[in-house]
């Protein structure tokens, strides 16, 4: 059982370099997640997609795209990658029931931009 | 605006001891809260949440949690403490609205003497 699936787990960017963090999940999940953890911070939410073709603003939007062609698949595009931009990320997935929701995580991309 | 604040950034215990995590949050209505679990190099795992009713929450791994609104707190605890119990712990707070109103606090390290 995969669950949640983040690739690569490792990548060093240069400045104004692109790249795109692929995120996957096999448990039909509609709702998908990207985060951001920085040292000593808690999660920031990114993006975030409540279906296939449907993705909304998170808190940090800014320096980032998303899409969602399939219910599996929810990429993360850098399109000019910033120092700023360090940072360990996480792709998520959830159901809901009623009022009831859990998030599944990945384990997490670890970016630096040099 | 919602915000969760953990006082404590990085707490040391003694393998067998007690263990409480702190968690307070502010939030207009019944707030929705959680607690997570950040292994090294993983992502993170629900370790239990509270929506309503009993306001002693079980969750996995033998950890508890009291939601006391009249102290704005939710804080974790654990009668003894194993040495794979080392990890980050985040608490969260939400709206009945879905993940993506969720407010993550910026983690208590705990370290684990043997």
């Known amino acids: 059982n995969a669950g949640v699936t983040q690739t690569p787990k490792f990548r060093i960017l240069k400045i104004g370099q692109s790249m795109t963090l692929q995120c996957t999940q096999d448990m039909n999940h509609n709702y998908m997640y990207w985060y951001r953890q920085d040292p000593g911070m808690g999660l920031k939410l990114i993006y975030y997609?409540?279906?296939?073709?449907?993705?909304d603003k998170g808190e940090v939007p800014n320096g980032y795209n998303v899409s969602r062609s399939t219910t599996e698949d929810f990429p993360l595009r850098l399109e000019l990658a910033a120092p700023s931009q360090t940072s360990v990320y996480f792709c998520?997935?959830?159901?809901?029931?009623?009022?009831?929701?859990?998030?599944?995580f990945g384990s997490g991309t670890q970016l630096s931009v040099l | 605006a919602q915000s969760v604040t953990q006082p404590d950034i990085h707490i040391t215990v003694s393998e067998g001891a007690s263990l409480e995590l702190r968690c307070n949050y502010s939030?207009?209505?019944?707030?929705?809260l959680f607690w997570y679990v950040q292994s090294p190099g993983q992502g993170l795992q629900l370790l239990l949440k509270?929506?309503?009713?009993?306001?002693l929450v079980q969750g996995i791994k033998g950890f508890e949690a009291e939601f006391k609104r009249s102290q704005s707190s939710f804080n974790l605890r654990k009668p003894s403490v194993h040495w794979s119990d080392a990890a980050e712990y985040f608490c969260?707070?939400?709206?009945?609205?879905?993940?993506?109103?969720?407010?993550f606090g910026k983690g208590t390290k705990l370290t684990v003497n043997p």
């Open positions: 509270y929506f309503s009713g009993d306001t």
């Open positions: 998520a997935s959830s159901y809901r029931t009623g009022r009831q929701e859990k998030l599944f």
């Open positions: 969260a707070v939400g709206s009945q609205g879905g993940s993506e109103k969720l407010v």
């Open positions: 939030y207009g209505a019944t707030p929705y």
């Open positions: 997609s409540v279906g296939a073709g449907i993705t």
